[in-house]
C-alpha cells in the first residue's frame, strides 16, 4: 500500500460544476497537508495549506481534513476551464522532518 | 522577489554525456530540494540540501547522481553518464525551513 494515494483521472466535468478531488494516506503522523495544481510544463504551485483535522476556505477552494478517517479533500467551487489542470496533494508529519510526500496526482478537464 | 529559477528549462543530452541542471532558491530560502517527475509516478523526492550541506538523500540513485548547494552560488544536480530513463522533469524547491515548498518551473531533461 502507499503511504498516499489519489486517483490519477481524469475527471472531467463542464464548468461550472462543483470538484471533488481526494487522497487518502495510512501514516497516522501527517499532520500538515497541502494541495498544489501544476498546469502543463509548469512547476507545482501551493494552493492550500492546513494543518490537523478540519476545514479551510479560500476563494472557490475548500480543503477539508479528516485525520480519524485519513481522508483528505480540495472542492473547487463553480469551477472554470482556467481549473483545468493536475492537483497535487501532499502530506507530511512537519517539525524537523518536514518533507512532504505527495500523491500522484488527479488531472482535472474542464470543459466549457 | 524573483520565485525559484531553475536553468535550463530544456536540456538535451546524448546517452554517456554528463548533465548539470541549477537552482537559486528564493530570497531568503536556505532550504532546498529537488524532485524527479515522471508521467505516470508523480513527484519523486531525490535530496535535501542547506549551505554546503546535504540533508537527506534517501531518494537519490546511489551511482551517477550528486548534488550540491555551496556557500555561493546555485544549488546543482549533476547526473554522469546520462541513460534514456533518466529523461524526466526536474523540479527544484526552496523554502525557509517551517513553511511549504516554493517550486520552480523545472527543467526537462531528453536523453537521445
Known amino acids: 500500500q502507499k503511504e498516499v494515494e489519489q486517483d490519477p483521472g481524469p475527471l472531467s466535468v463542464p464548468e461550472g460544476a462543483i470538484v471533488s478531488l481526494n487522497c487518502t494516506y495510512s501514516n497516522s503522523a501527517f499532520q500538515y497537508f497541502m494541495w498544489y495544481r501544476q498546469y502543463s510544463r509548469k512547476g507545482p504551485e501551493l494552493l492550500m495549506y492546513?494543518?490537523?483535522?478540519g476545514n479551510k476556505e479560500d476563494g472557490r477552494f475548500t480543503a477539508q481534513v479528516d485525520k480519524s478517517s485519513k481522508y483528505i479533500s480540495l472542492f473547487i467551487r463553480d469551477s472554470q476551464p482556467s481549473d483545468s489542470a493536475t492537483y497535487l496533494c501532499a502530506m507530511s508529519a512537519g517539525g524537523g522532518s518536514y518533507i512532504p510526500t505527495f500523491g500522484r496526482g488527479t488531472s482535472l478537464i474542464v470543459h466549457p | 522577489n524573483a520565485g525559484v529559477m531553475q536553468n535550463p528549462r530544456h536540456l538535451v543530452r546524448r546517452r554517456g554525456q554528463e548533465a548539470r541542471l541549477r537552482c537559486s532558491p528564493m530570497?531568503?530560502?536556505?532550504?532546498v530540494y529537488w524532485y524527479r517527475q515522471l508521467p505516470e509516478e508523480g513527484l519523486k523526492f531525490m535530496v535535501y540540501l542547506q549551505k554546503e550541506n546535504i540533508i537527506d538523500e534517501s531518494g537519490m540513485p546511489k551511482e551517477r547522481f550528486s548534488a550540491e548547494f555551496p556557500k555561493e552560488g546555485p544549488s546543482i544536480l549533476r547526473i554522469q553518464q546520462v541513460v534514456r530513463g533518466d529523461s524526466a522533469a526536474y523540479f527544484c524547491?526552496?523554502?525557509?525551513?517551517?513553511?511549504?515548498?516554493?517550486f520552480g518551473s523545472g527543467t526537462r531533461l531528453t536523453v537521445v
Open positions: 492546513t494543518y490537523s483535522s
Open positions: 524547491a526552496s523554502s525557509p525551513g517551517d513553511s511549504p515548498y516554493t
Open positions: 530570497k531568503g530560502h536556505s532550504h
